[in-house]
């Protein structure tokens, strides 16, 4: 299997930042796309941010110039540095791999247990 845990989320006043954190660990063989995505209640749940190898990141619009993410393939992981940051970021936030397994025929998705962040005003 492969396991997914974030960390870094938190409490935080409008303007501050946060960085999360995901760790991939697990019989993997390679992954293509790492990213984050959040979910604020009441709402569905949306792409923050994805990242793949050699391209440049996708962001969603209302996180373009405030939000970074990176990835290190040598650690399987995946970062999301959020800079002035809103009450309206406030959301559980995921992250999500495309991964394949030692061994599997097929990339597939699996995700982490989600961080809270919570931005006050």
């Known amino acids: 299997q492969v396991q997914l845990v974030e960390s870094g989320g938190g409490l935080v006043q409008a303007g501050g930042s946060l960085r999360l954190s995901c760790v991939a660990s697990?019989?993997?063989?390679?992954?293509?796309?790492m990213g984050w995505y959040r979910q604020a209640p009441g709402k569905q749940r949306e792409l923050v941010a994805t990242?793949?190898?050699?391209?440049?990141?996708n962001y969603a619009d209302s996180v373009k110039g405030r939000f970074t993410i990176s990835r290190d393939n040598s650690k399987n992981t995946v970062n999301l540095q959020m800079n002035s940051l809103k009450p309206e970021d406030t959301a559980i936030y995921y992250c999500?791999?495309?991964?394949?397994?030692?061994?599997?025929?097929?990339?597939?998705?699996?995700w982490g247990q989600g961080t809270q962040v919570t931005v006050s005003s």
């Open positions: 990242i793949v190898s050699g391209r440049m990141p």
């Open positions: 697990g019989s993997i063989f390679n992954i293509n796309v």
């Open positions: 999500s791999v495309n991964a394949l397994r030692t061994g599997g025929l097929q990339y597939r998705d699996y």
